[in-house]
């Protein structure tokens, strides 16, 4: 009941817990780590997750750490970066990281999927104009691949590398891997992924938060 009634009792939290899929118990879980991570002050910044050690070591640390000051990934109609988020903006990127329901009908889900996955296309569209390069996209490929464990570091590069060639024969014709091209949409990014399990492969453990708590 504590944790539960360190959450302020205001209309917009019910609104927010429909709009993310946590309940209200989740949502004190990680008001709780929102602020720890902000020094119990009411804003978070970036300086507040570079201070993360797990978040230290991972390939993809600045692109994650952007994602929680990006506008795109609050509105579909905002862009831009900002300096710092609230708790309610925070948990609405975190939302992100949250697997599916098991109630959630198959619109629902492939609703779910395509909001993740434009959050992650947004990570590499770091100049938001639409488009990711093959480079970034092989990168995507390959950290998906390697999180699940099932495969190594460079039998994931391999096939990362395979994709990335296919998406330039359909662009442009035949291309090396060392050449550069740009010009991945998200609609080309949607059906490329449409065979991954992204909904179980984007983690939140380096926040400390129990995966399995949000789950529920």
Do not use: W
């Not at 080309?188 to 129990?210: T, Y």
Request: net charge negative; aromatic share 10%; with cysteine.
């Amino acid at each position: 009941m504590g944790a539960l009634q360190s959450i302020p009792v205001q209309p917009e939290y019910s609104d927010l817990a429909e709009r993310t899929g946590f309940s209200f118990e989740q949502i004190a879980v990680l008001h709780k780590r929102f602020k720890q991570l902000s020094h119990n002050e009411d804003a978070l910044r970036r300086d507040d997750l570079n201070a993360i050690p797990d978040l230290a070591c991972n390939p993809i640390r600045a692109q994650i750490i952007e994602a929680f000051f990006d506008r795109r990934n609050f509105s579909q109609s905002a862009e831009g970066p900002v300096e710092e988020i609230g708790f309610e903006e925070f948990l609405v990127v975190m939302s992100h990281f949250k697997p599916p329901r098991h109630s959630m009908t198959e619109e629902q889900r492939e609703s779910v999927r395509k909001e993740k996955l434009r959050f992650l296309f947004n990570m590499h569209d770091t100049d938001n104009d639409g488009t990711i390069t093959l480079q970034e996209y092989r990168h995507v490929v390959e950290e998906l691949l390697s999180r699940s464990g099932a495969l190594g570091k460079e039998t994931a590069k391999s096939i990362a590398d395979a994709a990335m060639l296919e998406v330039a024969s359909i662009s442009v014709g035949h291309m090396e891997p060392d050449e550069f091209y740009e010009g991945i949409t998200f609609e080309h990014f949607f059906k490329l992924l449409s065979g991954f399990d992204i909904e179980h492969k984007m983690s939140i453990h380096f926040l400390k938060v129990n995966a399995t708590t949000l789950c529920k």
